[in-house]
């Protein structure tokens, strides 16, 4: 009777083993799920304004504290998402799977968003069929980044995280490199670190906005993270909040001996608000060291107070971030057509909405940025039921290539 009992003990101490870890490990996917919906909600402003507001899509101009700060606020978006698809390989491999296998996966969906890149995207971006210029954006990047990411799993986890740091922390040593003067190998150098036209043939041409250094570095890096994720929780906290202020710190001295790190120096401004902000204008393209250490700093520290993150808002949050390629789709070709309608009732004219650029927006086309707020609010709360159905459904299925989309 007593064997019994202490059978009985163990096998309960086990199942209570399991659900702990578990439960550890639904926390941790939920704390990253939140993170990337809070910056799919952010890129989501950041669209809307480039579609609804007067201008074109890049506001620097610190004189305008509202409309920079719009802007700024967005910049955590991109490298948020890249190194948290860095971590998210690394956990995928930690479900049983061997380097092989994450390495060919990382491989095929890479090469996937590439194709999704230049076919779904650019047709949700510019409602045309005319093939002339293809913009490499981030889902581009996130997907070239994946297929180097496919290579270096195959070796010792420091050696990536001093691959990716390297990229991250001296690249702005290149800068001075200017893809002109390289000859036959300008195009090369375009994809790798200069935004720029590159062109394939006589009427088409690549865009490239997002560069594949130090960005493929930035997954990199998340991806050496991702040890940190076996740690129980408390103590990944505190090494989450530890390197995130770290980074945040050194941003902010760094950033203040103008001696290395961005492009372009800041300057002491008229007022202190406009001396912050150009304090925080860093480059994103491609992004600084300063700009990666601004945005990914704080992003650490919200990955570790997101692991105790509950209630409805959260919990809206968390689903956009379990579908953020649905998401990226679905919202981008959503903002597109509403400003179809919206500018053929405000200005009778459509015919700049279907193109690749949107600079090319009437006089008197445009809402003030109150607007534009009130737009992304619709826009978010419009696509929450979509996303929630498709998190349900994309939960319920076994199929392999559920993992693509």
Excluded at 80 to 98: D, P
Excluded at 294 to 312: Q, V
Excluded at 349 to 354: H, L, M, Q, R
Aim: glycine share 8%; net charge positive; aromatic share 12%.
């Amino acid at each position: 009777m007593t064997g019994v009992d202490l059978r009985r003990v163990d096998v309960a101490r086990a199942a209570g083993a399991s659900d702990v870890s578990r439960a550890a490990g639904r926390v941790r996917l939920d704390s990253i799920d939140l993170l990337r919906g809070l910056v799919m909600v952010l890129m989501a402003l950041d669209h809307t304004r480039d579609f609804f507001a007067a201008g074109g899509p890049n506001p620097r101009d610190i004189a305008d504290p509202a409309l920079f700060l719009t802007r700024w606020v967005t910049h955590f978006c991109a490298p948020t998402f890249i190194f948290l698809a860095g971590v998210s390989a690394f956990l995928y491999g930690e479900r049983g799977r061997s380097v092989g296998q994450v390495s060919l996966f990382l491989l095929t969906r890479g090469l996937w968003l590439i194709l999704i890149e230049f076919t779904v995207m650019r047709f949700c971006w510019t409602f045309s069929l005319h093939v002339n210029v293809f913009v490499m954006q981030v889902i581009w990047v996130t997907g070239a980044s994946m297929v180097v990411l496919a290579g270096l799993v195959h070796l010792p986890r420091g050696v990536i995280a001093a691959i990716g740091l390297a990229m991250i922390a001296g690249h702005n040593l290149l800068d001075g490199i200017d893809a002109e003067d390289l000859g036959s190998a300008a195009g090369l150098w375009t994809l790798l670190h200069e935004p720029g036209l590159i062109e394939i043939a006589p009427q088409i041409k690549l865009f490239v906005l997002y560069n594949l250094v130090p960005w493929s570095g930035v997954m990199a890096a998340g991806y050496a993270l991702g040890p940190v994720f076996r740690l129980d929780p408390a103590s990944r906290r505190s090494f989450l909040i530890r390197t995130g202020a770290t980074v945040t710190a050194g941003f902010v001295v760094l950033r203040a001996t103008n001696l290395y790190g961005d492009p372009a120096a800041w300057s002491t401004q008229a007022s202190v608000l406009a001396t912050v902000l150009s304090f925080n204008d860093c480059e994103k393209y491609p992004p600084s060291l300063l700009y990666l250490m601004m945005t990914l700093g704080p992003a650490l520290i919200l990955l570790a107070l997101f692991e105790r993150a509950h209630g409805a808002l959260a919990g809206v949050i968390t689903t956009f971030g379990r579908v953020p390629f649905f998401f990226y789709v679905v919202h981008v070709a959503f903002i597109h057509a509403l400003a179809v309608g919206f500018a053929y009732i405000t200005v009778g004219d459509i015919g700049w909405t279907f193109g690749s650029s949107l600079s090319q927006k009437p006089a008197s086309y445009g809402l003030n940025l109150l607007g534009v707020y009130a737009v992304w609010l619709c826009v978010v709360a419009a696509l929450y039921p979509p996303c929630r159905a498709f998190a349900v459904l994309k939960q319920r299925r076994r199929e392999w290539w559920w993992s693509y989309l």
